[in-house]
């Protein structure tokens, strides 16, 4: 009988110390998971790789500015002069001595820096306008000069004394009859160039100037 009760208490001890040994194995299996659910952070990583995309973007846009080597807001150039040589003809147009065509570096060295620039990029080809205080010229994607405009009577452009403010009359007794001519309009053509002088009818007045390529 006692030998029969011994036989029974250990196999309730084994059972115990089964049981016991499996809530151990229990416990120590759930701590990856606690851990797995502490140590994901994906905001974190995400918006601080989106902060260095942005400053590398402000960073790249401030270098294209200031790396603009024809452009000075301070640029204070020297009267422009058109020689006796440079002013327009039909065999030669030109405006401000200039011609369309010409490459940028030799229109830059004329002119010197300018005070702003902008693109037009809505046309088909897009032009690099530089402004100046009294007329600006614009570039095609080649760099060569695609036109020249006066903004002002301030300036002699080069068109043997005709400038903006001067008559119609004036005008066409100087460069001579226009290949067009409206009552808004006086166009001198001349091998794919074309010298446009836009008039104020009521007024009898040259309003713009603009030499530019076909």
């Known amino acids: 009988m006692i030998h029969q009760s011994r036989f029974t208490l250990a196999i309730l001890t084994s059972i115990v110390i089964t049981i016991l040994a499996g809530c ?16 994901v952070q994906p905001e974190y990583s995400d918006s601080s790789s989106s902060a260095s995309r942005q ?14 080597p024809f452009v000075d807001p301070k640029a204070d150039n020297p009267p422009l002069h058109v020689n006796e040589q440079d002013q327009f003809t039909p065999a030669k147009p030109a405006l401000l001595g200039l011609q369309p065509g010409m ?33 600006s010229v614009g570039f095609n994607g080649n760099r060569k000069l695609k036109f020249v405009e006066i903004k002002n009577d301030k300036i002699n452009p080069g068109l043997h004394g005709v400038k903006i ?5 004036d005008a066409v007794n100087t460069l001579g009859l226009p290949s067009t001519k409206t009552s808004y309009v006086l166009a ?9 002088l836009d008039v104020d009818p009521k007024l009898d007045q040259v ?6 390529k076909e």
């Open 24 to 39: 151990g194995n229990t416990g120590e299996s759930a701590k990856p998971v606690s851990t797995q659910e502490q140590t």
């Open 55 to 68: 400053s590398t973007s402000r960073t790249f846009i401030s270098s294209q500015s200031n790396n603009e």
């Open 103 to 135: 490459d940028i570096l030799e229109v830059m060295d004329k002119l010197g820096k300018a005070k702003s620039f902008f693109k037009m990029e809505e046309t088909r080809n897009p032009v690099t306008v530089y402004e100046y205080a009294d007329f």
């Open 165 to 169: 403010g001067s008559s119609t009359k």
């Open 188 to 196: 001198y053509e001349s091998g794919g160039t074309i010298l446009r």
């Open 207 to 212: 309003l713009s100037i603009k030499l530019f």
